[in-house]
């Protein structure tokens, strides 16, 4: 004779069940096997593998299909990959550690000779400059100690200027504008890894093996670095567009040659101006 299954009630949900598992949000049930120690140390370990794996083969996608991955997550295939939100989180904190490159940390000189509001910047560092009391070089020591913090954190803006350039671009393709802040979180992943983690590794390398077979220090200044950069976010953007919106290749052509037109405008005007308002207002 069969004994009936107790009824539990679930400590997350409230709902009663039988079994194991709660039918209703999946909350398991702890027994006596799981307070030991060894099944911590095997989850904690089942944890890192699936973490280390679903890290490696989101990143892989990221580079090699440029757009797979944000049409996977718009489908809804997405257990296998991680998350992409947590994934730029992840890169953004490693990327804090390391200095910007100067396309994201321009030069004082640049807001005030070669900007829209270079006026205004001239004016604004003689005001405060005249209010603090304090020379025009102090101003710039200042500036220069401020404003690489500030670059890092305004990197955010990226993601939604990227996904209002593309609602724009491709609205009739994707209707959904999370879809398009999505695409901005993968290629903002992308400009993360490979230009501001991978890339630096590379020429640190390059650097290395220069001074071991030549005794020079090999020199890779922003005349290489730039078509570097270039190149391979066209590459990205190209395939990327391709994949995810599904339109002809001429059409993707155009639309990516006026998204890099947006992409430099917000990017040399609009993030250059934010940099350097909130800069001064701590100087």
Not at 84 to 91: D, G, I, K, Q, W
Not at 117 to 140: C, G, H, L, M, W
Not at 184 to 207: K, R
Request: hydrophobic share 45%.
């Amino acid at each position: 004779m069969e004994h009936p299954k107790s009824i539990k009630t679930c400590l997350s949900c409230q709902k009663e069940f039988t079994g194991n598992y709660c039918n209703y949000c999946g909350e398991k049930v702890i027994g006596p096997e799981d307070r030991k120690l060894k099944t911590l140390l095997g989850e904690f370990i089942n944890t890192l593998f699936n973490l280390d794996n679903k890290l490696f083969k989101t990143l892989w996608l990221n580079v090699s299909r440029p757009g797979q991955l944000s049409e996977n997550y718009a489908k809804g295939n997405r257990r296998p990959f991680f998350r992409p939100s947590s994934l730029y989180v992840l890169l953004t904190v490693i990327y804090f550690i390391f200095t910007p490159f100067e396309v994201f940390l321009p030069a004082l000189k640049i807001h005030t000779g070669q900007t829209y509001y270079a006026e205004y910047a001239k004016r604004k560092i003689e005001d405060i400059s005249n209010q603090k009391e304090i020379t025009p070089e102090v101003f710039e020591q200042r500036y220069n100690k401020i404003a690489p913090g500030v670059a890092k954190w305004l990197i955010l803006l990226y993601i939604p200027a990227l996904g209002i350039i593309l609602s724009f671009l491709f609205l009739k393709s994707r209707p959904y504008i999370i879809d398009h802040f999505l695409l901005s979180i993968e290629i903002n992943i992308y400009n993360l890894f490979a230009h501001f983690l991978v890339l630096p590794l590379l020429i640190i390398i390059a650097h290395t093996f220069s001074n071991l077979i030549t005794g020079k220090n090999l020199v890779i200044n922003d005349s290489i670095i730039m078509p570097v950069l270039g190149l391979s976010l066209l590459r990205f953007f190209l395939l990327s567009f391709r994949r995810f919106y599904h339109q002809k290749w001429w059409l993707i052509g155009l639309k990516s040659i006026v998204f890099i037109f947006a992409l430099g405008s917000f990017a040399f005007s609009v993030y250059r101006f934010i940099l350097f308002w909130i800069t001064i207002q701590f100087v």
